[in-house]
């Protein structure tokens, strides 16, 4: 995901980790989702679609009576971009900064602490 492919809007975001999860599906089937964790009408989740697919950040199979959408952007793509995002805008750029903010607001399990340690056990390893 490049520089130049808007950062989505939040609720864009929701309509992707859905895609992400679920694979190619209509907007039915999205707004039926997206029905279960709040109030939203279905000609808001088709509307939000088509701008994405304008966006290039969905696909659009229109194929059938019933349009599929697909994610057109990698997960881990997006992810990267958002920490980017929000690295450069709220902690100057610093991954330290935005570690210990992180830290500090949440108690980490210990499995993320295990994974913490041996992505910087990791990063050592490649500074030398």
Do not use: C
Not at 56 to 62: I, P
Not at 75 to 85: G, I
Not at 99 to 121: F, G, H, T
């Amino acid at each position: 995901m490049s520089r130049a492919t808007p950062i989505p809007s939040n609720a864009e975001l929701e309509i992707l980790r859905i895609l992400w999860k679920e694979g190619p599906t209509t907007v039915r089937a999205i707004h039926d989702e997206l029905r279960g964790q709040r109030d939203i009408g279905y000609t808001t989740v088709l509307k939000t679609m088509q701008v994405m697919a304008e966006k290039k950040l969905v696909t659009r199979d229109e194929s059938e009576r019933s349009h599929v959408y697909s994610a057109a952007v990698p997960e881990a793509s997006v992810k990267k971009r958002l920490v980017t995002d929000l690295l450069d805008r709220a902690f100057d750029g610093s991954a330290a900064s935005l570690v210990m903010q992180a830290l500090s607001d949440k108690r980490a399990s210990s499995e993320d602490l295990e994974k913490i340690r041996q992505i910087l056990n990791e990063h050592s390893r490649g500074a030398r």
